[in-house]
């Protein structure tokens, strides 16, 4: 065997501790920073979701049962008006037989509804924004019995599709569904 320096011999697998330990002290160093870049990071990461306030109001949840054949009610969502119906039997009947009428945004009745009794969407005029009137009795329903804008001039018919005027779109139907018979829930 050879000898050290000093005189003595090397230890059998002292080379192999020491490679041991480097590995060890080499791994522990990775891993700690791995934990303290993170521990830094998570905050800015977690900042980008959305406030609890926020979460609030992504959707909403409405006992349907008390609104009457042919009422109109307005909730709000997202801060936005959501017009929500319970047409009637000619309504229905009446949106239905227009689904071939000569529109900006062409869109047949059933693909704007869930139920057919049941007409859910964003009250926002599609052209500028505005709140088009209608929901209220009294208000003037413009020239499709649906929605008008006075704003601009546009007039929705009793599905919510443009009819006439300067909007380019329909009014948006928002994601929504039937948790049960009674209970609707947007967003």
Not at 1 to 13: D, I, L, N, V, Y
Request: net charge negative.
């Amino acid at each position: 065997m050879s000898q050290t320096s000093e005189g003595t011999e090397p230890k059998a697998g002292a080379e192999d501790d020491g490679g041991t330990r480097r590995d060890f002290l080499t791994m522990s160093t990775v891993l700690l920073g791995a934990v303290a870049t993170g521990a830094a990071v998570w905050p800015l990461i977690d900042s980008m979701n959305p406030a609890a306030d926020t979460l609030a109001l992504s959707t909403v949840e409405l006992d349907i049962k008390g609104i009457e054949l042919g009422q109109r009610i307005t909730v709000k969502w997202r801060g936005k008006p959501v017009f929500i119906e319970h047409r009637t039997p000619a309504q229905i009947k009446k949106a239905q037989a227009d689904d071939g009428a000569q529109m900006p945004d062409p869109q047949a009745d059933k693909d704007r509804v869930k139920k057919a009794e049941w007409l859910v969407m964003v009250g926002v005029c599609t052209h500028l924004g505005c709140v088009p009137l209608g929901q209220k009795s009294g208000q003037p329903r413009g020239d499709f019995e649906g929605w008008f804008c006075p704003c601009h001039g546009s007039h929705y018919d009793v599905s919510g599709r443009i009819r006439k005027g300067p909007a380019p779109k329909n009014l948006e139907v928002p994601q929504y569904t039937f948790v049960n018979e009674t209970t609707l829930l947007i967003g």
